[in-house]
């Protein structure tokens, strides 16, 4: 018997992620984070994904997360915040799940300041894309499917 792989992508958000639309809107834009989740939500229904949508403020819940997506989910999208750039615990997370992960940051940082430049995240990830606003999310979502995932 054949078993069919899981057609779920799980979106994960990191710290402050819960303030955009707020939080330095001429950084980061005014879509809430709630207005990113519908956004997702589209474009995984468009692609033929269902959608599993998470923000945390708290780094082993992501882990905990990415640990439970395991044989559950097709490919990750994670926006780390900023954990990118000090977590080497999600970047193992995320290696150990051996699925496809596409890091998106809103902003482009590599414009930023010097410390966002290191990210920890993609030397595991499958594609990166940045400074691509929210929109990023939609292109990490598209790269996914047309990865065949």
Sequence with gaps: MTVDPPRILLVLNGPNLNLLGTREPEIYGHDTLADVEALCRDAAAAAGYGLEFLQSNHEGVLIDAIHAARGTIAGIVINPGA????????????????????????????????????SFVSAVATSVVIGAGVNGYRLAIEQLAYLGV
Aim: net charge negative; glycine share 2%.
């Design 83 to 118: 954990l990118t750039h000090t977590s080497i615990a999600i970047a193992d997370a995320l290696s150990g799940v051996e699925l496809p992960v596409i890091e998106v940051h809103i902003s482009n940082v590599h414009r930023r300041e010097e410390f966002r430049h290191h």
